[in-house]
Nanobody, 124 residues
């Protein structure tokens, strides 16, 4: 497993943008696919975006497609989530996750390392 630390969460107005970062440490010599998930109060954790190890594939939930962009810098062991055109429905705790394979997955059960989460709040 790797250790993951998210940052970048904040309070932002609707229509605004944020960029989340997730820094990995530990067994970063292995190849890890990465994902972002989120959980709003009273709701299940849901998939947001994922990216393959080699950055040759990115996957998005329908609710964020066209607004969010996932990217990674393997030299820095960091994955990013650029979030644009935010709405109050995007309010949630955002979690970074890693799985020790090259291909990303869209289910939380496919990931074995998780960060502590970062709060994103979008005001109307």
């Amino acid at each position: 497993q790797v250790q993951l630390v998210e940052s970048g969460g904040a309070l932002v107005q609707a229509g605004g943008s944020l960029r989340l970062s997730c820094a990995a440490s530990g067994r970063t010599g292995s190849r890890y696919a990465m994902g972002w998930f989120r959980q709003a109060p009273g709701k299940e954790r849901e998939f947001v975006a994922a990216i393959n190890w080699s950055d040759d594939g990115q996957y998005y939930s329908d609710s964020v497609k066209g607004r969010f962009t996932i990217s990674r810098d393997n030299a820095k062991n960091t994955v990013y989530l650029q979030m644009n055109s935010l709405t109050p429905e995007d309010t949630a705790v955002y979690y970074c996750a890693a799985r020790p394979v090259v291909l990303a997955g869209i289910s939380a059960t496919q990931y074995d390392s998780w960060g502590q989460g970062t709060q994103v709040t979008v005001s109307s």
